[in-house]
Nanobody
Framework: QVFFVESGGDLVQPGGSLRLSCLTS????????MAWFRQAPGKVRELIAG???????KYADSVKGRFTISRDSAKNTAYLQMDNLRPDDTAVYYC????????WGQGTQVTVSS
Protein backbone atom coordinates (compact mmCIF):
# COMPACT_ATOMS: atom_id res chain seq x y z
CA GLN A 1 0.00 0.00 0.00
CA VAL A 2 1.42 3.35 -1.04
CA PHE A 3 0.36 6.50 0.75
CA PHE A 4 2.01 9.56 2.27
CA VAL A 5 0.54 11.79 4.97
CA GLU A 6 2.47 14.98 5.56
CA SER A 7 1.96 17.22 8.59
CA GLY A 8 3.62 19.93 10.64
CA GLY A 9 3.42 22.90 8.31
CA ASP A 10 2.58 26.30 9.74
CA LEU A 11 3.09 30.04 9.49
CA VAL A 12 6.45 30.95 11.00
CA GLN A 13 8.59 34.07 11.16
CA PRO A 14 11.93 34.29 9.34
CA GLY A 15 14.61 32.58 11.39
CA GLY A 16 12.11 30.22 12.96
CA SER A 17 11.95 26.44 12.93
CA LEU A 18 9.46 23.72 12.04
CA ARG A 19 9.52 19.94 12.00
CA LEU A 20 7.56 18.19 9.28
CA SER A 21 6.44 14.58 9.54
CA CYS A 22 5.61 12.08 6.81
CA LEU A 23 3.74 8.90 7.66
CA THR A 24 3.73 6.09 5.14
CA SER A 25 3.13 2.35 5.06
CA UNK A 26 5.52 -0.17 6.54
CA UNK A 27 5.93 -1.68 3.08
CA UNK A 28 7.09 1.60 1.55
CA UNK A 29 9.20 2.65 4.51
CA UNK A 30 11.16 -0.58 4.71
CA UNK A 31 11.73 -0.92 0.98
CA UNK A 32 12.58 2.53 -0.36
CA UNK A 33 14.66 5.61 0.21
CA MET A 34 12.58 8.55 1.38
CA ALA A 35 12.70 12.14 0.21
CA TRP A 36 11.18 15.54 0.78
CA PHE A 37 10.08 17.79 -2.06
CA ARG A 38 8.56 21.25 -2.14
CA GLN A 39 6.59 23.33 -4.59
CA ALA A 40 6.47 27.08 -4.30
CA PRO A 41 3.74 29.10 -6.03
CA GLY A 42 4.35 29.26 -9.75
CA LYS A 43 7.33 26.92 -9.59
CA VAL A 44 7.95 23.26 -10.32
CA ARG A 45 8.21 20.73 -7.55
CA GLU A 46 11.82 20.30 -6.43
CA LEU A 47 13.69 17.64 -4.50
CA ILE A 48 15.27 19.10 -1.37
CA ALA A 49 16.39 16.17 0.78
CA GLY A 50 16.73 12.42 0.59
CA UNK A 51 17.68 9.60 2.94
CA UNK A 52 18.40 6.01 1.95
CA UNK A 53 17.53 2.86 3.86
CA UNK A 54 21.11 2.88 5.12
CA UNK A 55 21.03 6.47 6.33
CA UNK A 56 22.92 8.12 3.49
CA UNK A 57 21.67 11.68 3.15
CA LYS A 58 21.76 14.36 0.47
CA TYR A 59 20.43 17.90 0.41
CA ALA A 60 19.75 20.49 -2.22
CA ASP A 61 22.13 23.42 -1.97
CA SER A 62 19.23 25.72 -1.09
CA VAL A 63 18.58 23.92 2.22
CA LYS A 64 21.99 22.46 3.09
CA GLY A 65 23.05 23.41 6.61
CA ARG A 66 19.53 24.48 7.60
CA PHE A 67 17.35 21.38 7.07
CA THR A 68 17.83 17.90 8.52
CA ILE A 69 16.12 14.79 7.19
CA SER A 70 15.67 11.69 9.32
CA ARG A 71 13.61 8.51 9.46
CA ASP A 72 12.12 6.46 12.30
CA SER A 73 11.53 2.86 11.33
CA ALA A 74 9.50 2.18 14.48
CA LYS A 75 6.93 4.74 13.34
CA ASN A 76 7.20 4.39 9.53
CA THR A 77 7.77 8.14 9.54
CA ALA A 78 10.23 10.46 7.90
CA TYR A 79 10.98 13.89 9.31
CA LEU A 80 12.29 17.18 8.04
CA GLN A 81 13.67 19.51 10.69
CA MET A 82 13.80 23.00 9.24
CA ASP A 83 15.81 25.70 11.00
CA ASN A 84 16.64 29.28 10.13
CA LEU A 85 13.68 29.45 7.79
CA ARG A 86 13.59 32.11 5.10
CA PRO A 87 10.72 33.63 3.12
CA ASP A 88 11.86 31.73 0.02
CA ASP A 89 11.23 28.47 1.89
CA THR A 90 7.52 29.19 1.58
CA ALA A 91 5.99 26.25 -0.28
CA VAL A 92 3.87 23.16 -0.01
CA TYR A 93 6.08 20.35 1.24
CA TYR A 94 5.62 16.76 0.14
CA CYS A 95 7.30 13.48 0.89
CA UNK A 96 7.68 10.50 -1.39
CA UNK A 97 10.12 7.74 -2.14
CA UNK A 98 13.28 8.34 -4.07
CA UNK A 99 12.75 8.01 -6.96
CA UNK A 100 9.21 9.23 -6.47
CA UNK A 101 6.14 7.07 -6.95
CA UNK A 102 3.13 8.32 -8.88
CA UNK A 103 1.21 8.68 -5.60
CA TRP A 104 1.46 12.00 -3.77
CA GLY A 105 0.00 13.11 -0.48
CA GLN A 106 -1.84 16.36 0.14
CA GLY A 107 1.33 18.08 1.28
CA THR A 108 1.71 20.49 4.17
CA GLN A 109 1.89 24.27 3.77
CA VAL A 110 4.89 26.11 5.15
CA THR A 111 4.69 29.90 5.10
CA VAL A 112 7.62 32.00 6.25
CA SER A 113 6.64 35.59 6.76
CA SER A 114 6.90 38.37 9.27
Amino acid sequence: QVFFVESGGDLVQPGGSLRLSCLTSEYVFNKYSMAWFRQAPGKVRELIAGITLYGDIKYADSVKGRFTISRDSAKNTAYLQMDNLRPDDTAVYYCNTRPATATWGQGTQVTVSS
